[in-house]
């Protein structure tokens, strides 16, 4: 009976931002007041009207798509590699691949500004895209290795007797069957992309900035409903990634450190 | 040709993980040894005129501190709050259990910024919790709950829970239901079955779920930030400071060294400390 009154509290404890951020979003007034005095869709109307905000979504969503295309790209055949090939060094170097989730993005970032900056690559679409790849890469090589390396072997060997190429097998026979995983692979890393806030402060400039980095930077300023309408609207993207990526390959597994 | 197959597979990634991670970190532990002179620039050098600068300042000392204290805090916390919940997913059989385990690990999926506006809206001086507190005749002016060390330790308690929840639950492998039923056969009560079967056998758990959340706190920086209204000052806030609005290179870049060499410490400590425990 405590246990159980416990398990709520710290669920309404866990979850108390994201319920009342969403309450507030559909305030009429004009502060974070509680309770809200009436109910209206005013500030998502704002939202949408706010030139600087819809722009930056805008960016934030192409970059997003360039970043994922990119990871997958790059992280796909590596991660194929080391689920699939024989060859020495393979733990290492699955290690060295995934190594930066385990360190604080503070610093990642700040080493990024250090190499970008000199060779003009701050505040560049190239520069935002490659630092977003420090984070997007490796849960995409994480992610994707598990996904070729639970595949049974035998279809991708009957194809190869029958005498597919190796191109051929890959394409028509391991893809198809890892397309869950490289779905789960693409959500995740768009959203991670689109959310990516640490990093993009260190690099954005002053005629690119990413959505997360205007929201910084108007929370730094002023607290209106506004903000807590964009903050519905980004926590129902996370929850169809989240929901997606449940689907497909089961979420608390993938997620966890 | 066949042998040089998984090179191919594998260069494209390795080459962007030294351009997006082994060369920048190598290039923090490079700048760091410049000399800065002032008002943005620096001059090339091997020199450790920046660490000690670093190290004669008290400010870093109390920065250390902070950031420590605020670890030590919120990693507590955090873990007192998350084992419920983790206790609760690692037995129940409803079958609402995915979706409660989704629930207790979504929170890492809502961008941090998303995170706290949610806590402004919650704690702010006309948010929920002082409405209710003046609604309630508890209180006669909103109590400051954000802006300051409270809000921080909220939020980012909060913010690292999902962590905690993972690792509790990877580390509860060894808490066998039928051990805590046999006690209660012999006439245990509740509270005491949890004391001398339960809590114990997941202690090693525990010890992780808190070090995720020490690690995390100790190097988070837009809960601090952004909560702190400019008033919480830890290492990862000056770090960024330093390299954004002072844009003295050389001393970021120290500071960060510094910072992370005492989380690694820390990592350190807590494998010696597992591998005698587990002796």
Avoid at chain 2, 152 to 172: K, N
Wanted: aromatic share 10%; charged share 10%.
């Amino acid at each position: 009976m405590i246990f159980r009154a416990l398990v709520i509290a710290a669920y309404g404890f866990l979850l108390a931002p994201a319920i009342f951020v969403v309450a507030i979003a559909f305030s009429s007034d004009r502060f974070l007041t509680f309770p809200p005095p009436g109910l209206s869709l005013r500030w998502f109307a704002t939202l949408f009207e706010h030139e600087q905000m819809m722009a930056a979504m805008q960016r934030s969503a192409i970059l997003a798509a360039i970043v994922t295309t990119l990871s997958l790209a790059i992280g796909v055949p590596a991660a194929y590699a080391i689920a699939r090939l024989r060859f020495p060094g393979r733990g290492a170097i699955f290690a060295a691949l995934t190594a930066p989730l385990l360190l604080p993005t503070l610093v990642v970032g700040l080493g990024i500004l250090l190499v970008f900056f000199p060779y003009g690559l701050a505040g560049t679409w190239p520069g935002l895209a490659l630092a977003h790849l420090a984070v997007t890469l490796p849960l995409v090589v994480r992610i994707m290795t598990t996904a070729f390396a639970t595949l049974p072997p035998d279809l991708e060997d009957a194809a190869a007797t029958l005498g597919a190429t190796p191109l051929k097998v890959a394409f028509r026979i391991t893809l198809p069957l890892a397309l869950p995983g490289l779905i789960a692979a693409a959500a995740l890393s768009f959203l991670i992309s689109f959310d990516e806030v640490v990093i993009s402060l260190f690099i954005v400039g002053p005629r690119l900035s990413t959505l997360p980095v205007e929201m910084y930077r108007y929370v730094e300023g002023h607290t209106d409903p506004m903000v807590a309408a964009l903050a519905v609207v980004l926590i129902l993207l996370s929850i169809s990634v989240v929901l997606l990526v449940e689907r497909l390959v089961g979420f608390t597994r993938t997620v966890s450190k | 040709m066949k042998g040089a197959l998984p090179f191919l597979l594998l260069a494209p990634a390795l080459l962007a993980l030294v351009a997006v991670f082994v060369v920048p970190i190598a290039t923090i532990g490079r700048i760091a040894l410049y000399v800065s002179e002032g008002s943005g620039a620096m001059r090339e050098a091997v020199a450790l005129d920046t660490f000690r600068t670093l190290f004669a300042d008290s400010f870093t000392w109390e920065l250390t501190r902070n950031s420590a204290h605020l670890a030590l805090l919120c990693a507590s916390l955090a873990t007192l709050i998350a084992y419920p919940i983790a206790l609760f997913l690692f037995r129940t059989e409803s079958r609402f259990r995915p979706l409660l385990a989704i629930l207790a690990v979504a929170p890492l999926l809502v961008s941090s910024v998303v995170r706290v506006v949610g806590w402004l809206v919650v704690l702010g001086d006309q948010g929920l919790i002082n409405a209710a507190l003046l609604s309630l005749g508890l209180v006669d002016r909103a109590v400051p709950l954000i802006n300051n060390w409270t809000g921080v330790v909220i939020g980012l308690t909060e913010s690292v829970m999902p962590y905690v929840i993972l690792s509790l639950l990877a580390g509860f492998g060894r808490l066998d239901r039928t051990v805590e039923e046999a006690a209660a056969t012999l006439g245990a009560p509740p509270w005491r079955v949890f004391l001398r079967v339960t809590l114990p056998l997941s202690l090693p758990a525990i010890a992780l779920g808190w070090l995720i959340g020490f690690v995390l706190s100790f190097s988070a920086f837009v809960s601090p930030k952004l909560l702190g209204g400019g008033r919480v000052f830890v290492l990862a806030t000056e770090i960024y400071d330093l390299a954004m609005q002072a844009v003295d290179w050389p001393a970021a870049a120290a500071m960060a060294l510094y910072a992370l060499s005492l989380t690694l410490l820390v990592l350190a400590a807590y494998t010696v400390l597992t591998r005698r425990v587990a002796a």
